[in-house]
């Protein structure tokens, strides 16, 4: 076995029914949690390499075994390990939405729709055994703005009046997101793996990083699909998908209110942890999409819903940043 590889993975593929399977590292930004593709003959897994205490799989195992239950395309799982770390999954290939669509950019609305569609199957079904997203989370996420972007940025805020703003402004969603839905919080073209033989789009579009999933408004994972903070989305695609959505499930009259409510603070929350990775983890590449975040930000504050939260930006943020989408940090 290579040093590099984590200690008593070898043991844990003998068991799995995977022994002499060769193994290749995935490249991976994430925490402490890495990624291993694993090949035997014409057999394809991906193993999860989760390690206690700074990682946890069981959250991934929850919601994931959910989904598959749900009909929903989760990984397939083919065994795990808890007290190492370790999951064995089905393999997605290499095409990821983002990827893709690169290389294929005719094809951005039917993978659009078809990521839309996935959503309404997801929306039809009953909400899963997850958490509610609580004003208190929602307040949490948000907080990260001045507790990262604003000292970053070199300016002294209010924060206090920052989540009463916040607090008004989310209060009305909190009773239409009752019972709510499976809420996956990530999910956008970067998560999102088309599915078929390689480079060849068949429609399917697999799960991943969904470990997260709370139960909350339906319009939350539809923002995080058409304000990705790693692709442009036009506000021309951005409408129509909205509508498609709208064509299949029935919406109350503050849905598109309810849509940038939970557009600001998505963006916000977004602005924020791009800041932290700067400086705290020494990841300074996210500051690039700050911009593109910031600029969805801004369209959703000016929707009457935030008028809270738009004043309080007005007070506290300077022109010249809001101008600049929040750019400049590490200049």
């Known amino acids: 076995m290579n040093s590099d590889l984590p200690a008593g993975l070898e043991d844990f593929l003998n068991h799995a029914g995977w ?4 193994i290749s590292a995935l490249p991976g930004d994430a ?3 890495r990624y291993f ?5 014409d057999r394809r897994a991906m193993l999860m390499d989760a390690p206690p205490p700074n990682e946890d799989p069981r ?8 989904l598959d239950a749900q009909g929903l395309r989760a990984p397939k799982i083919y065994a795990e390990n808890l007290d190492r770390g370790f999951v064995l999954i089905e393999d997605f290939g290499n095409d990821r939405m983002r990827d893709w669509l ?17 959503l309404v199957e997801l929306h039809q079904r009953p909400p899963g055994p997850f958490d509610p997203y609580a004003m208190d989370v929602y307040l949490r996420e948000v907080a990260l703005f001045p507790e990262w972007f604003c000292p970053a940025a070199g300016i002294t805020v209010d924060a206090g009046s920052y989540l009463v703003a916040w607090e008004e402004a989310l209060g009305p969603l909190l009773l239409r997101q ?6 996956l919080r990530d999910y956008h073209a970067e998560n999102i793996m088309l599915l078929g033989p390689q480079g060849e789009y068949s429609g399917g579009q697999g799960l991943i990083d969904f470990q997260d999933a709370l139960v909350g408004h339906r319009a939350y994972d539809i923002v995080s699909l058409l304000q990705d903070a790693r692709r ?12 498609h959505y709208r064509s299949r499930i029935v919406t109350d009259a503050e849905f598109a209110a309810d849509y940038a409510r939970l557009g600001a603070q998505r963006n916000a929350k977004i602005v924020g942890i791009f800041a932290r990775l700067w400086q705290r983890d020494g990841k300074p590449r996210y500051l690039a999409m700050i911009p593109r975040v910031w600029a ?8 009457p819903a935030l008028v809270p939260v738009a004043r309080w930006f007005d007070a506290n943020v300077p022109d010249t940043i809001r101008a600049n989408r929040g750019g400049g940090l590490g200049e």
């Open 31 to 33: 925490s402490f949690r």
């Open 19 to 22: 022994g002499g399977a060769q």
């Open 102 to 118: 690169d290389d294929n950019p005719s094809e951005e609305r039917r993978a659009y729709t078809d990521a839309i569609d996935a």
């Open 37 to 41: 593709r694993i090949a035997d003959g």
């Open 296 to 303: 969805a930000m801004e369209r959703d504050l000016a929707h």
């Open 232 to 243: 442009d989305v036009s506000e021309e695609l951005e409408g129509a998908m909205l509508e």
């Open 178 to 183: 009752q019972p709510g839905v499976t809420v």
């Open 59 to 66: 959250p991934f195992l929850h919601v994931g075994k959910w």
